[in-house]
């Protein structure tokens, strides 16, 4: 394995995240909170697959509260891995959950601001340090209740729900998304705050290892070393889902950053672990760069072509595998081609690696590309079947970007630079988006599939 970042260690319950010890993999519950049976059933088929952290929304304070007696309950069954709960928009809630959970996590980007509209402000130097003092003068006394209740903290920006004072200033950029994180980060340390954890996401991998990558600089710039957790939001399902997170989260831990990470798939969490797994054993076992000469397992690049030969047991494995040894390269254009070499499998499944590979790195699109959340307790519909069926329907229009996301915490923001979406808006209400306009708001779920489909339909035959 690669040398790892050196980072300071966050202690979460009873465990520690960052420093010498393991890299952790976690996941996320996707009931609803306040159904205390369905979210400790959920949480122990994610701990028995693995899972080292489990997470739940907390839309509101009764989620914060239930949070008390699921936590209570799993204790009891002798479940004592560490609760995360997941906080947006109500900061008040983050208050609440911190007196119940080993972590809580909150997101910059609408802890104070408020939620994203793709609104440009205007903000004299006075006006903008004004809104950092309210985000100081809310922030503290939620440190605070951490300090008294030992509760780590995850600051979690994400690519899709940047505020929109941040991007008025420093625009859809890597620096901005940093920026968002680091607004947070300086306070933590002035007040001398050490359990923190730090996620960078986005559903394009591109952004999300750019972003990390940044991150990274502009903490050891200012002499901070929290550990990170690594992910790839809305990475979708099955095959796709897999290389995608792949290539992204492999990016980063071949580079020796990451501390813990989650494998975002739209199916049930305990899915998420194995693959998980199976990135950190790559991660520690694959050694990387590959040498040109004397292995069965090597690589070089000739011309603008990534020529990779890798050995693997089995086609997920070696998806895992190829994405991992080939993610930087892609990433960063070193290589905007890819050849893949392995005796037991066929031409065709390395040729459609090779382009799924390409497609997750953000080169060359041969495929429709589905924007697709994992689901948590916001999510108002169901999600797989949905997915399933938006698929069923739109699989042949090679290069089109559909956005399938369960709530507006990430929905549009997220899928920005998708060509349509369909999000969550409601209980059993649906609102379909053309890029980032709302088209048709608060449709009923029952109806929603078939207006989408007609939307792009229309949109199709018109062009």
């Not at 986005?202 to 710039?221: I, P």
Request: aromatic content about 6%; proline content about 3%.
């Amino acid at each position: 394995m690669p040398t790892r970042r050196i980072s300071s260690v966050a202690r979460v319950g009873n465990i520690a995240i960052g420093g010498d010890n393991p890299i952790r993999i976690q996941s996320m519950a996707t009931v609803d909170t306040n159904d205390t049976e369905g979210c400790v059933s959920q949480a122990k088929r994610i701990i028995d697959a693995g899972g080292e952290l489990v997470r739940f929304t907390t839309q509101g304070t009764r989620e914060a509260e239930n949070m008390r007696n699921i936590s209570a309950r799993l204790k009891a069954d002798g479940y004592l891995t560490p609760l995360v709960a997941d906080v947006h928009f109500t900061a008040h809630t983050a208050d609440v959950a911190a007196q119940y959970c080993e972590k809580v996590r909150i997101n910059p980007g609408n802890y104070v601001d408020p939620g994203r509209t793709f609104k440009h402000l205007e903000y004299t130097d006075e006006e903008y340090a004004a809104e950092l003092q309210r985000i100081d003068e809310r922030l503290v006394p939620f440190i605070n209740i951490c300090k008294e209740h030992h509760t780590a903290v995850r600051i979690g920006v994400n690519h899709g729900s940047l505020s929109d004072r941040i991007m008025s200033r420093y625009g859809d950029t890597p620096e901005g998304i940093v920026e968002s994180c680091m607004e947070f980060l300086r306070i933590f340390r002035r007040e001398q705050f050490d359990d923190v954890v730090i996620s960078i996401k986005a559903s394009n991998t591109v952004v999300m290892v750019q972003s990390v990558r940044l991150l990274v600089k502009t903490m050891d710039h200012e002499d901070m070393h929290y550990p990170l957790h690594l992910g790839v939001t809305e990475a979708g399902e099955g095959e796709d889902g897999r290389i995608k997170s792949a290539v992204g989260i492999g990016a980063l831990l071949t580079e020796g950053i990451g501390d813990t990470i989650r494998v975002s798939l739209s199916e049930e969490p305990e899915c998420e672990i194995p693959v998980a797994r199976k990135l950190v054993e790559l991660a520690e076992s694959l050694p990387l760069p590959l040498q040109k000469e004397g292995s069965q397992e090597r690589m070089y690049i000739e011309g603008d072509t990534l020529h990779l030969w890798l050995d693997a047991p089995d086609y997920e494995t070696l998806q895992l595998k190829a994405a991992m040894a080939a993610g930087s390269i892609l990433i960063d254009r070193r290589a905007t081609n890819i050849e893949l070499y392995a005796s037991r499998f066929t031409r065709e499944q390395l040729t459609a690696l090779a382009d799924a590979l390409l497609q997750a790195a953000r080169i060359k699109f041969t495929k429709t590309e589905y924007i697709s959340c994992p689901g948590c307790g916001r999510t108002l519909y169901n999600l797989q079947e949905t997915i399933a069926r938006i698929k069923a329907a739109t699989s042949h229009l090679v290069g089109l970007k559909i956005g399938i996301m369960g709530c507006i915490v990430n929905g549009p923001g997220e899928m920005a630079d998708a060509d349509y979406g369909y999000v969550g808006a409601g209980r059993g209400k649906i609102s379909l988006y053309r890029r980032k306009e709302c088209v048709e708001k608060n449709i009923p779920e029952e109806e929603a599939v078939e207006r989408l489909l007609k939307l792009i339909d229309e949109d199709q035959t018109n062009t």
